[in-house]
């Protein structure tokens, strides 16, 4: 009995740590995605700037997800390597530069 509490307790206190992890992903993934050309705060450099951005939550994961035609690359198309949860904490992530 004791045993089992302990287990629930690790799996527990884990799936807690993955949830952190995972709500800075966005952060992570922006730098290593995104900072070279968008700048490490968001203001722009080779791209433009994405801080302060007017496109909601919901238009950054798309964009990210599925591209738009007639952009420059790599936005002409989906990121290549970002799932649908890291896509959506990478625009929550740009959503919070302010």
Do not use: N, W
């Not at 490490?40 to 496109?55: E, M, Y």
């Not at 990210?64 to 896509?87: C, E, F, I, R």
């Amino acid at each position: 009995m004791k045993r089992s509490i302990i287990v629930l307790t690790v799996i527990a206190l884990l799936s807690m740590s993955c949830v952190a992890f995972a709500a800075e992903d966005g952060a992570a993934i922006y730098k290593s995605k995104c900072a070279a050309c968008h700048g490490a705060d968001g203001a722009g450099k080779v791209g433009p700037a994405v801080k302060g951005t007017s496109l909601t939550d919901a238009q950054v994961d798309e964009f990210l997800t599925k591209g738009v035609a007639g952009k420059k690359a790599p936005h002409s198309k989906a990121v290549t390597g970002l799932t649908d949860d890291q896509a959506k904490a990478v625009a929550a992530y740009v959503k919070s530069l302010k």
